[in-house]
């Protein structure tokens, strides 16, 4: 089986600072992270390879700055076979349209996919479109937020969120699949693969002109105007008094939200 | 100049940084109390290749070399030198006497296994009477066939009680003293005659464990002569040559995780209705450490460099053993003072800390030690001579 992994590398969260009070957001310090979600989908995919022994070919790709470099040898270093690196001053201003029209040329390059698994969504823009629309412009089968994946003959058996309980659901392949990043926390690379990482393998790098992407595709449908922070969110709810009247307070505020039986 | 480092050791912190905040850190005050470092935790860190860091690939190694080693020991500095000693002392040592001076043969038989950690090494050279003094041991190998015996008794022996295989120096002709008289050993520790005696009760790194071995007629086959017969002296001033750069790097990690904390603590702290972050006394104290770490940081990659590319490193090893354990001691002490009686607890990881710290100007080679080693390098092109 073929099994393609889009990857993102993001600004490192943990050099940011947030200040809602200057409505701005502060780089303390530029250093680029491989995006956790990114990161799940490729131990989902290691995960498929690991469960049959299989010869699976996992390949990672990025759309992204040179800079992506690093992430793509972050997931070889993990276990991915190959990595492609799509970049081109024209995909600089891609909105989720050209991204998922780049990420679908690049596929259908590589010859097409038996299972695309990428991250619900991304930490930073985070808009989770990306799976779905890939699906559509490839004509895969899609399911989305992910927290179980294994083989069945004929597809895929699939365990994902459904309001706030579980679903089990059946893919033919070819299929995009999205998962729940906390559902597969991804494994240490070992030391000797990230050196080889750096020192023996490549990763491919394509351009507009190799994707045989035209002007039009590379057309964003969204411009960027301005960025605001979005209202406070009003973190839980809170009881006070007496201890047993509190704890069934509690057990019934649970029960109204449907998180316990 | 470029003092960046390369790409794939970014990356190789970045995932050992990790791997030691969620599999060594949470652990660090039990492996203090149970005084022992988890087997578990050290096949997790051998399926990631980390206890072969230094090593080439074909002898089961990572390929990192000394860069590489350091970056791993700054790291388990920060988080708790109970792993670090137990790992330090397998590849800085145990380990790094086979891979400088071991054949062909004994690399695939006993270093293989080594850096896959499928097995752990220790290094036998202190003895009641025998530390700084190294040439004075009094354990023998004697010839007999095609094996040699031993008899004798090896104290504080880092690892030695869960090693699989110990290099041992022994005296082989007791006329011709350091330079001829003195040999080592591959020792495997199942060999009959091999014991441990009494283990010690330490103040600091209490989960690595400080063994007396005991060899009792002990059987080696002669394949097991490490380096050249009558130049195990050698061997083993080699060994430690090199170890004391990664020894550096474990302070500096030590020393760079009493400032952080520092500063946490100040920032949190408040006294007198202000944090005491603002107050003069603390920032001299954070800034004095911060000029220490960043000196050290320098000294040791820049070791680790000369190591790597094959240059000579002994006066700048020696440097960074000396030099980190006393930055070590001073940011540790600050950090408790600055932490108050809160630090001086024993639930508190700055007391663990300090008392993990004072072994550092100890072990491989006292401190005294590391100043004559020093001006023994410096002295040395005049044409005087003094025994190291």
């Known amino acids: 089986m073929k099994i393609i992994v889009p990857i993102k590398q993001i600004l490192d969260p943990s050099g940011v600072t947030v200040r809602r009070d200057k409505e701005r957001i502060f780089i303390n310090k530029e250093a680029y992270i491989l995006e956790a979600g990114s990161k799940a989908a ?129 893919v033919s392949l070819p299929a995009v699949v999205t998962v729940a990043p906390e559902a597969f926390p991804p494994r240490y690379a070992h030391g000797a693969r990230i050196m080889d990482a750096y020192r023996k393998w490549e990763v491919t790098i394509w351009d507009a002109s190799d994707l045989e992407l035209g002007t039009g595709a590379l057309q964003p449908l969204l411009s960027f105007r301005r960025e605001s922070f979005p209202a406070p969110l009003e ?21 109204i939200q449907n998180l316990i039986a | 100049m470029d003092f960046s480092f390369p790409k794939e050791y970014q990356l190789f912190r970045r995932m050992v940084r990790e791997f030691v ?47 590489g080693y350091c970056i791993l020991m700054e790291e388990l500095g920060k988080v708790d ?73 090896k104290v504080f022996i880092t690892n030695g009680d869960i090693a699989d295989i110990i290099t041992v120096m022994a005296v082989t002709d007791p006329a011709l003293g350091a330079y001829g008289g003195i040999t080592a050993f591959i020792v495997e520790t199942d060999s009959p005659g091999f014991s441990i005696g009494s283990l010690e009760n330490k103040m600091g790194i209490r989960g690595s464990s400080t063994a007396e071995c005991v060899f009792q007629d002990v059987r080696v086959p002669k394949e097991n002569v490490l380096g050249q017969f009558g130049a195990g002296f050698l061997t083993f001033m080699k060994t430690l040559d090199i170890g004391r750069a990664s020894l550096g790097a474990a302070t500096l990690g030590g020393a760079e995780a009493a400032m952080e904390a520092s500063i946490q603590w100040a920032r949190a702290r408040e006294q007198f209705g202000v944090p005491i972050a603002t107050k003069q006394s603390v920032h ?9 770490i960043e000196a050290l940081r320098s000294l040791i990659y820049r070791t680790a460099w000369l190591i790597d590319t094959g240059q000579p490193h002994i006066l700048e090893a020696s440097a960074c053993k000396l030099f980190g354990s006393e930055v070590a001691h001073r940011c540790i002490d600050r950090a408790m003072q600055i932490h108050g009686a809160l630090g001086y607890s024993r639930d508190h990881f700055i007391e663990l800390g300090w008392r993990d710290q004072r072994i550092s100007e100890i072990y491989e080679g006292t401190n005294e030690i590391q100043r004559i080693v020093i001006a023994a390098n410096l002295f040395r092109p005049y044409g005087l001579r003094i025994p190291t």
């Open chain 1, 42 to 170: 490729i131990e989902a995919a290691l995960q498929v390879r690991d469960v049959d022994g299989g010869e699976h070919e996992i390949v990672a790709v990025s759309l992204g700055e040179p800079r992506a470099d690093d992430a793509l040898r972050e997931a070889l270093a993990m276990g991915c076979d190959e990595a492609y690196l799509l970049t081109d001053e024209a995909f600089q201003d891609a909105d989720i349209s050209v991204t998922t029209a780049v990420l679908a040329a690049a596929i259908e390059k590589l010859g097409g996919a038996d299972l695309v698994i990428a991250g619900q969504a991304s930490a930073d823009t985070g808009s989770g479109q990306v799976g779905a629309r890939l699906a559509e412009a490839l004509g895969y089968a899609c399911v989305t937020a992910v927290y179980e994946l294994a083989q069945e003959a004929g597809g895929l058996q699939a365990t994902r969120r459904w309001g706030t309980g579980y679903a089990r659901v059946q």
């Open chain 1, 235 to 255: 973190v839980g709810e809170k009881f006070q008094g007496d201890p047993a009247e509190v704890a069934r307070d509690v057990v019934t505020a649970l029960r």
């Open chain 2, 21 to 67: 905040e969620n599999e060594v850190k949470p652990l660090a005050m039990v492996i203090d109390r149970e005084h022992r470092v988890p087997h578990e935790t050290i096949k997790k860190a051998a399926a990631l290749g980390l206890m072969g860091v230094p090593f080439p690939a074909k002898y089961g190694g990572m390929g990192g070399g000394e860069m």
């Open chain 2, 81 to 153: 030198s109970s792993t670090g000693t137990v790992i330090g002392a397998h590849i800085g040592i145990g380990a790094m006497a086979i891979y400088l001076d071991g054949t062909e043969e004994q690399k695939q038989k006993f270093l293989v296994p080594l850096a896959q950690g499928t097995a752990i090494a220790a290094f036998g050279l202190t003895e009641a009477q025998a530390g700084s003094d190294a040439a004075a041991i009094k354990t023998t190998a004697v010839r007999d066939g095609d094996d040699f015996v031993l008899n004798g008794a």
């Open chain 2, 284 to 292: 001299f104290m954070i800034a004095d450490m911060a000029v220490e």
